[in-house]
RNA sequence: UCCCCUGUAGCUCAGCUGGUAGAGCGAGCGGCUGUUAACCGCUAGGUCGUAGGUUCGAGCCCUACCGGGGGAGCCA
């Protein structure tokens, strides 16, 4: 007897089949005329498949009529057309096999919605929720979106570490990385002597892999990297994690233009592709989540994103009749609020911003002919924010390193870096993805928590 | 880290200017039904986040701590 999906039990091309089914159960009805409804899920989709089980069955008493929310079963039957509404396929049962119970007046799932806030307490239930598996398909759809974009681009697919013994580049706390015993840490002249630790020199979790991904986009033209990312910062945000997923792509003899298209075009695959692998989900989403979500990734697919330099962006804000509570003014960096209103208010679509002041980016950005701008461009969408960080790399080694310098580093430290300009120098572009962030704005989520199996926040490890 | 809000039954919440705790849902039992967030009746279930304080008396007022949410900063 085939084992079949509920998400293939459910197509009405399985009906006459034979067929085992396996899952848990959401909810069973009773009807005394002789038999039971149970509603079977086995995350393959969104609906369940109602399974009709006769009394003549023989534990029916004993054990099908104790089925609650939670227990897991395997079905035998047959595939029928439903005599009710709402699906078009039921399994006529032959036989209900019990693996596993799960007492009702502990199991903290209700057949009713629960708040995202009380899921997460139940980490090691809540992808058996709707929304919860939906995110987990979604969030599986987009991965394998990403994969396939940059695959059938000719980009190669190259795993940076994870460990690092750069501390570089800004872009915030670090987790340290040692195997010395905080109880007896080794000393020299009053300090740490972290010669004597593991990697011979201080050691982090990335924060980007960026710098690496450059070294082989320098000798193999179009590269990507996708893969855990640590943040230490102490951010309690809807939108922030400790541990979250990057994508990076890094292209030589790409300038920002050429960055711009990409990240555009790259963005719109994986709306498409979400909408199309994942239409059950996304109208979920779209009734109980958020019910924009589908117009507006419609609408985005079918335009082009606005792109406007910083100076622009600062002029837009300046000319509105907006009262900011950070007053916009060349220099500053933009504003979650600036951010919001260039995307949801002003322009109402995706908006790129390009060409931010140099003293507010870091050291790696191509320096502008002006001198005061860098090419730094932010994919800006509405209620996420900033979902895309890109920039045309500084390919001169002379800027490079005086760059470094404004910024306090030191070019021996990044020797390697430096070489990539000294030996055969190209001009290079790359951006980051926020995998969570994309998540989030494709299933209208609002809190980053909830689009990842397991977020890790500061103070919260569990599971 | 800062600002604001919040913590009462398994879940979602109500509880007046302080007077000894309530509903809906869920669960159990019974009834009814090709049902589908089913429906009807009954029952059980709470040291009101924790620790102090004010008061004759605190779920309610005060202080501290802990948890949760929203916003800000940092960023993806």
């Known amino acids: 007897m085939d084992q079949l999906s ?52 023989p ?12 227990c897991s079963v395997a079905v035998e039957g047959t595939i029928k057309e ?23 007046e502990s199991y903290p799932l209700q057949k009713k919605r629960h708040s995202f806030e009380k899921l997460r307490e139940w980490a090691h239930l809540r992808p058996r929720t709707n929304a919860l598996g939906a995110v ?13 974009f940059f695959q059938e681009d000719g980009f190669l697919y190259v795993n940076t570490p994870i460990i690092t013994a750069s501390d570089c580049e800004g872009a915030g706390e670090m987790f340290r990385v040692t195997t010395m015993d905080p109880a007896n840490v080794p000393l020299k002249d009053g300090k740490v002597d972290f010669a004597a630790d593991f990697f011979d020199r201080p050691s982090y979790l990335t924060v980007s892999g960026q710098l690496n991904a450059e070294i082989y986009a320098c000798a193999l033209g179009k590269v990507y990297t996708f893969g855990p990312t640590f943040r230490a910062e102490n951010s309690n945000t809807s939108r922030h994690l400790a541990e979250f997923w990057m994508v990076e792509p ?18 719109k695959r994986i709306f498409k592709d979400a909408l199309e692998h994942c239409a059950e989900d996304m109208e979920f989403f779209n009734l109980r989540v958020d019910d924009t979500i589908l117009e507006t990734l419609n609408g985005i697919m079918s335009s082009d994103f606005v792109r406007v330099t910083y100076t622009e962006a600062m002029k837009v804000l300046e000319d509105s009749s907006k009262k900011f509570e950070f007053a916009p003014s060349w220099g500053i960096d933009l504003q979650s609020e600036h951010e919001r209103f260039l995307t949801e208010e002003h322009f109402k679509s995706p908006v790129i911003v390009y060409d931010y002041p140099n003293t507010i980016k870091p050291f790696y950005m191509r320096v502008n002919d002006d001198g005061k701008t860098v090419r730094a461009m ?3 969408v509405p209620k996420v924010g900033e979902i895309i960080g890109g920039s045309q790399r500084e390919e001169r080694l002379d800027v490079l390193t005086s760059r470094m310098g404004d910024q306090n580093l030191s070019p021996e430290e990044y020797w390697w870096y430096c070489d990539l300009r000294k030996y055969g120098t190209v001009p ?3 951006f980051g993805l926020g995998l969570e962030r994309i998540v989030q704005f494709v299933t209208g989520m609002s809190n980053i928590r909830d689009v990842i199996p397991f977020p890790r926040t500061p103070g919260n490890a569990e599971f």
Request: one cysteine or more; proline letters at 1%; glycine letters at 10%.
């Open 6 to 57: 509920v998400a293939k039990a459910r197509n009405a091309d399985a009906i006459g089949k034979e067929a085992a089914i396996r899952g848990w159960v959401r909810t069973r009805r009773d009807s005394k005329g002789g038999f039971s409804f149970i509603e079977l899920n086995d995350g393959s989709c969104l609906g369940n498949i109602q399974v009709i089980a006769d009394a003549d069955l």
């Open 428 to 430: 290079h572009s790359g």
């Open 136 to 148: 987990a398909r979604v969030r599986n759809c987009i991965s394998r979106s990403i994969h396939n």
């Open 378 to 380: 932010d994919v800006l």
């Open 59 to 70: 534990n029916y008493a004993d054990e099908i009529q104790k089925l609650t929310a939670g």
């Open 250 to 267: 890094e292209m030589a003899f790409y300038d920002l233009d050429d960055n711009m298209d990409l990240a555009e075009s790259f963005l």
């Open 82 to 104: 439903s005599g009710g509404k709402g699906q078009a396929t039921e399994v006529q049962a032959k036989s209900v096999t019990v693996h596993g119970w799960a007492d009702p």
